[in-house]
């Protein structure tokens, strides 16, 4: 693992059905993996993401930077890690993914999100708050 600090991680296992036919994980399968780690991310800083929704905020992604560096393949564990900054209207998550046990980089990513509040691009007061805590 590179000397970097991180936030939170989030541990995953490989499902078989994740693969393709090369028997490694499919390249989209990579952002299923992402989301879910931000999306728990959000609940341990105590944000629910379907509660949001339902009041009318939506954190959307506005771009996907990933860089694919080593496969992972079916019944690998492999640990999602995240950070998280705000430069602007935008939030920056870093996650980088690493197979386990031997910390082998698979992925880095810049996951760029933008809040829409009753359908207008806005800041989200009580999600900058909960990524505050961990910027």
């Known amino acids: 693992m590179e000397n970097k600090k991180y936030v939170y991680e989030l541990e995953f296992k490989v499902r078989d059905y994740e693969c393709d036919i090369q028997g490694v994980v499919n390249n989209s399968v990579y952002q299923n993996y992402l989301e879910h780690c931000r999306h728990e991310f959000l609940l341990h800083a105590g944000l629910d993401f379907t509660d949001m929704f339902k009041r009318g905020i939506m954190a959307v992604v506005a771009r996907a930077d990933i860089q694919y560096k080593f496969p992972l393949s079916g019944g690998d564990k492999f640990v ?37 509040i009753n359908g207008k691009l806005s800041v989200s007061d009580e999600l900058d708050a909960a990524v505050l805590k961990f910027g």
């Not at 995240?82 to 880095?108: A, H, M, S, T, W």
């Open 80 to 116: 999602c890690r995240l950070n998280v900054e705000k430069k602007g209207i935008k939030y920056l998550f870093y996650q980088d993914i690493y197979r386990l046990p031997d910390e082998k980089l698979c992925i880095k990513a810049i996951i760029t999100a933008v809040t829409v």
